[in-house]
């Protein structure tokens, strides 16, 4: 009996922790001289700038769902210590990026990286917001 307790608490703290690290925010900039892009998602919306344009639409549930998954996959607590693999924007060869994701009132920020080459445990978040502004657009 004292063991089901038990057994019952865990699943009901696993299930909890699970759901609860759902995103409230993504925010993802990019900028060099003279050249920037920001995606930043919120309330089911993604946002879209860069130093031309500025375009707003509505996600999906599966999109939302699809960005939980992978955010659920990065150790959030890590994202400041992770390192490029290249470092082409200390030359201006690309643009200096960085992601800021936010659970749970928590905000984590990546360390900066070549927008286009991040580390690997961000290569699908990267991938993901680019390729839901081509399929709005």
Do not use: W
């Not at 939302?64 to 290249?86: A, D, F, M, R």
């Not at 659970?103 to 978040?125: C, I």
Request: proline share 2%; glycine share 4%.
């Amino acid at each position: 009996m004292k063991y089901s307790k038990i057994v019952v608490m865990f699943f009901i703290l696993l299930i909890t922790s699970c759901s609860a690290q759902n995103f409230s925010e993504i925010n993802y900039k990019a900028h060099t001289r003279g050249s920037a892009v920001e995606i930043v998602v919120k309330n089911n919306t993604i946002k879209y700038r860069t130093n031309n344009n500025k375009k707003e639409f509505k996600l999906a549930k599966e999109e939302i769902k699809h960005l939980n998954e992978i955010i659920k996959g990065i150790s959030l607590k890590e994202i400041g210590e992770l390192e490029s693999p290249t470092n082409k924007r200390f030359s201006d060869g690309a643009l200096i990026a960085n992601f800021r994701i936010v659970v749970e009132n928590k905000k984590y920020t990546s360390s900066t990286f070549d927008a286009g080459n991040p580390p690997k445990e961000l290569k699908k978040l990267e991938d993901l917001l680019y390729s839901l502004i081509k399929l709005k657009e």
